[in-house]
T-cell receptor
Framework: DTEVTQTPKHLVMGMTNKKSLKCEQH?????MYWYKQKAKKPPELMFVYSYEKLSINESVPSRFSPECPNSSLLNLHLHALQPEDSALYLC???????????????FGSGTRLTVV | LAKTTQPISMDSYEGQEVNITCSHNNIATNDYITWYQQFPSQGPRFIIQ???TKVTNEVASLFIPADRKSSTLSLPRVSLSDTAVYYC????????????FGDGTTLTVKP
């Protein structure tokens, strides 16, 4: 299995809702990432987990809460989002943080989030 | 963090070779250079990674000069399906995991 699977593919939520995005990989990668991408912009790093511990938090608002229950799974819990949080949320994984392998980061197809 | 600079856009025709250059002046000794391709509403896809000189795989070549302050992604004989955004990304030990995407290059391949 050489994929990163993200669910759901599309999500519409109200500003008072609580929802979660899920990301799964079975490649034995020990680093996992959340990125946010607005239309016609590059992906922006949000969080990085290394060996299931939060390694990097790029000053993301607390309405986004990451969780790494095990080495294969990464969640992003959403609460009280704003319309400007609407974006494509991408999950990625790599062998480790330094990723000296030949395969770089493996990205999922993303969750298209719309906040209404 | 190594900041990257690429041309905003490039046009090409089917069957031509395309070279996209990326500048990364403050790359560190233990950083690698990687390139990604992204289609609309999809995640970026890894193309190639290198440290120095030349790397080639089945889809592209990567040229890195001795000073490593720039790199060039070469796509041989492009087709319409190569129309996408291409990002170079510096990754590695200096700021492990904290790689920042630049603005990328939108490549448009015309028939």
């Amino acid at each position: 299995d050489t994929e990163v699977t993200q669910t759901p593919k599309h999500l519409v939520m109200g500003m008072t809702n609580k929802k979660s995005l899920k990301c799964e990989q079975h490649m034995g990668h020990r680093a996992m990432y959340w990125y946010k991408q607005k239309a016609k912009k590059p992906p922006e790093l949000m969080f990085v987990y290394s060996y299931e511990k939060l390694s990097i938090n790029e000053s993301v608002p607390s309405r986004f809460s990451p969780e790494c229950p095990n080495s294969s799974l990464l969640n992003l819990h959403l609460h009280a989002l704003q319309p400007e949080d609407s974006a494509l949320y991408l999950c990625a994984s790599s062998l480790d943080l330094v990723t000296g392998s030949d395969y770089g980061y493996t990205f999922g197809s993303g969750t298209r989030l719309t906040v209404v | 963090l190594a900041k990257t600079t690429q041309p905003i856009s490039m046009d090409s025709y089917e069957g031509q070779e395309v070279n996209i250059t990326c500048s990364h002046n403050n790359i560190a000794t233990n950083d690698y250079i990687t390139w990604y391709q992204q289609f609309p509403s999809q995640g970026p896809r890894f193309i190639i990674q290198g440290y120095k000189t030349k790397v080639t795989n089945e889809v592209a070549s990567l040229f890195i000069p001795a000073d490593r302050k720039s790199s060039t992604l070469s796509l041989p004989r492009v087709s319409l399906s190569d129309t996408a955004v291409y990002y170079c990304l510096v990754v590695g030990g200096t700021n492990a995991g904290k790689s920042t995407f630049g603005d990328g290059t939108t490549l448009t391949v015309k028939p």
